[in-house]
């Protein structure tokens, strides 16, 4: 059984799941207007931790992401730069993708774009308005929270104490200042879709209700996303699920900041600007072990130091992969525990990190077990008992490989393109397709790699 913090009641609980063997996940996926920041990386970093674990535990796992390419700050920066919102979109999200690939991040198995569901937000927000749960405003129409008596629930305050601290805006037309835009009318120049209560845009808080409940379907299990999505922007998608009468999520979890202290960034060299930025510079693997080394809800230092501390464990890592020539594990698609035999000490340490990862996804506790083992199956090998020593060497690569962290013999990545061709051959060999096996495997060859079949697919390493 998996156990997650559940932000709603406010302690660690039971994933009751709507199908025992399926995890369902909705992750608030970027606005696509800029460089991803390093906020962005741990995010995706710790759901993709969790949805790789789930995988290894023997869970399928539907996990959608969204991708929000209509906003005012897409807007702001395509008119500066005298470009289309489009334009301005489409690069953003081949920058996202990039950073997202390099980071070892899974690709959502849906990742639906706002603009792609338009009409379906329109026909919602239609529906709010006949029933005067929405109402028009000059600037557009707004969701009145009245309509939804517990309002306040992910937030933790009631819907009256919640309204006293409201900060009351300029647009005094609102009944309530926590009332928020469901659909924003057209400005001259501004991209403008058709509605019966006026062209316009959607506001932020519609396309989720709408993609996750269209692909997840009623009740799916977990909807996540960062501490500063929990109010207003999950409580307002809640607050719109249920005024119109759907079983929106069953739980609600919620993951921490990252810290980068403006002071100490001022003053050190090589400071990361933006993930793509932290990328470049580093092993794309030292920001998701620096991730891993904290709890998914503590904040996190990510400063040049922490990332330095972070590669020199790597390259402990690294050092164990040369010691035992362990095959270099390609995560193109999630490792399962079931593919692999556990005997040993290898069961031992992998019950022993199952025990902490399964209970809140507890990361630091598992990593630290894990690097005792690397210590446990160097001093085992140093006095000559091979045999416990390959046992935990073993269990070490494909439990780091389950959490996305591969470890590496040489000091060649196996860099995005060619993960992606590998993940393709297991495909394919899946399908028993051996044409474009074969077609894959002399495709990866021609970018110098030997080609091997491992327990659970294709291993790639250099010569
Ligand atoms: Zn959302």
């Given at each position: 059984m998996l156990r997650l913090f559940d932000s709603v009641h406010g302690d660690v609980r039971d994933l009751e799941l709507r199908d025992p063997s399926r995890v369902s996940i909705y992750v608030c996926g970027p606005t696509v207007y800029g460089l991803p920041h390093l906020g962005h990386g741990r995010y995706t970093l710790i759901w993709d931790v969790a949805r790789r674990w789930f995988t290894f535990r023997g869970y399928e796992v539907h996990f959608v992401s969204n991708i929000t390419d209509v906003d005012d700050k897409i807007i702001t920066r395509a008119q500066e730069e005298g470009r289309t919102e489009a334009d301005i979109a489409a690069l953003c999200e081949q920058q996202w993708w990039d950073a997202m690939d390099a980071l070892g991040v899974l690709r959502p198995d849906e990742n639906p774009h706002a603009t792609g569901y338009i009409e379906a937000m329109v026909s919602l927000i239609d529906d709010f308005v006949t029933r005067d749960v929405g109402y028009a405003t000059s600037d557009g129409i707004y969701f009145d929270v009245s309509n939804v008596p517990d309002y306040g629930l992910l937030a933790g305050q009631p819907l009256e104490s919640l309204r006293a601290g409201a900060r009351v805006e300029a647009n005094d037309e609102k009944r309530s200042p926590l009332d928020f835009a469901l659909w924003k009318f057209a400005k001259p120049g501004e991209p403008r879709w058709p509605a019966p209560f006026g062209e316009g845009r959607p506001g932020w808080h519609t396309e989720c209700v709408v993609m996750s409940l269209e692909l997840l379907g009623d009740g799916f299990d977990l909807h996540v996303g960062g501490?500063?999505?929990?109010f207003p922007h999950h409580e307002n998608e809640r607050a719109q699920a249920v005024a119109a009468g759907h079983d929106f999520a069953h739980h609600w979890t919620h993951s921490g900041w990252v810290m980068v202290g403006e002071e100490k960034m001022s003053k050190?060299?090589?400071?990361?600007?933006?993930l793509t930025d932290l990328l470049a510079q580093t092993d794309p693997r030292a920001y998701r072990l620096l991730v891993l080394r904290s709890h998914y809800r503590s904040p996190i230092d990510v400063t040049p130091e922490t990332i330095a501390d972070a590669e020199r464990a790597l390259e402990r890592l690294d050092a164990l992969a040369r010691r035992f020539s362990l095959p270099e594990l390609a995560i193109g698609t999630p490792l399962r525990s079931s593919d692999f035999t556990w005997d040993g000490l290898a069961a031992a340490l992998f019950e022993g990190v199952a025990l902490v990862l399964d209970d809140d996804l507890n990361t630091p506790l598992a990593v630290a077990q894990l690097f005792e083992a690397v210590s446990a199956a160097n001093a085992a090998a140093d006095r000559g008992d091979d045999h416990l020593a390959r046992q935990l060497a073993q269990g070490l690569n494909v439990l780091f490989g389950a959490l996305g962290l591969p470890l590496r013999r040489t000091n060649h990545e196996i860099d995005p393109e060619s993960g992606q061709l590998a993940a393709q051959r297991d495909r394919a060999r899946a399908e028993k397709d051996w044409g474009a096996a074969d077609r894959l495997r002399g495709e990866l060859e021609s970018r110098g790699w030997i080609v091997e079949d491992g327990a659970t697919g294709t291993v790639l390493r250099r010569a």
């Open positions: 501490f500063d999505l929990k050190s060299l090589g400071n990361f600007t933006s």
